[in-house]
């Protein structure tokens, strides 16, 4: 059996974690804090277990919900968020899934389990891609047909809003990323968090900025 040792500085294997905060800011760092460790237990901590977790769920998922939703808005709407015209079985599904995953972040808060309060966003934010690649707004707007036109309309403001209700719940863990998207996406958000968390239509007839960088890739050192 493979021995693990603990960090320390005598056996050299110590990391600075404001290495990391340096490199790619406090609210990644946070988050990934967080989002590995359990409270009150002990927990392993390495570059490469931080950096699977940035590029898988920041970068690769979030970062990239993000960008899309802005992309899509620019391309087929004018940078303004349109209003939803209809409620299918994705809308539905997705509406759904955002009742309960509020909920249960909500009550793992209150029960200080804030690492899976974020594995439930992050499966949130996941199932809203999904929506995006179901939908096909890129497809879309390349037809005539009006029905097509109104499912246009409808997935970039449900993209959209759904990315509003996934940022908030990053509120305390990533103040700073979720005040740059709320920035480009045109919102802002009122004094009480629980009343952020209600789906609606508060984003329609925002402008939205054309993209935004949230996680970079990490450059890879070079080769002698």
């Known amino acids: 059996m493979q021995s693990v040792s603990k960090m320390s500085k005598s056996t050299g294997n110590a990391l600075n974690p404001l290495d990391l905060v340096t490199e790619f800011g406090a609210d990644a760092f946070r988050y ?27 970068a690769n998922n979030f970062g990239n919900l993000v960008n899309r939703t802005l992309n899509m808005a620019n391309r087929f709407a004018g940078a303004i968020v349109p209003a939803a015209e209809v409620a299918e079985d994705a809308e539905n599904e997705l509406g759904a899934l955002w009742e309960t995953t509020r909920d249960d972040v909500i009550a793992l808060h209150e029960g200080f389990q804030f690492h899976t309060a974020l594995e439930k966003t992050m499966f ?17 707007g390349k037809s005539t047909e009006a029905h097509d036109q109104t499912l246009l309309r409808t997935s970039i403001a449900t993209m959209a809003e759904a990315l509003r209700l996934g940022t908030a719940l990053l509120t305390a863990v990533m103040p700073t990323t979720v005040e740059k998207i709320n920035g480009v996406l045109g919102y ?16 329609t007839g925002m402008q939205v900025a054309e993209a935004l960088v949230l996680f970079p890739r990490p450059e890879k050192p070079k080769t002698p």
């Open 188 to 203: 802002t958000p009122g004094a009480n968090w629980r009343d952020e968390l209600v789906w609606g239509g508060r984003l």
């Open 32 to 58: 990934f804090l967080i989002r590995e460790m359990n409270v009150g237990q002990d927990s392993d901590f390495t570059r490469e277990q931080f950096l699977v977790r940035y590029n898988s769920e920041l």
């Open 124 to 140: 949130f934010i996941t199932a809203t891609n999904a929506y995006i690649e179901k939908r096909a707004p890129w497809k879309l």
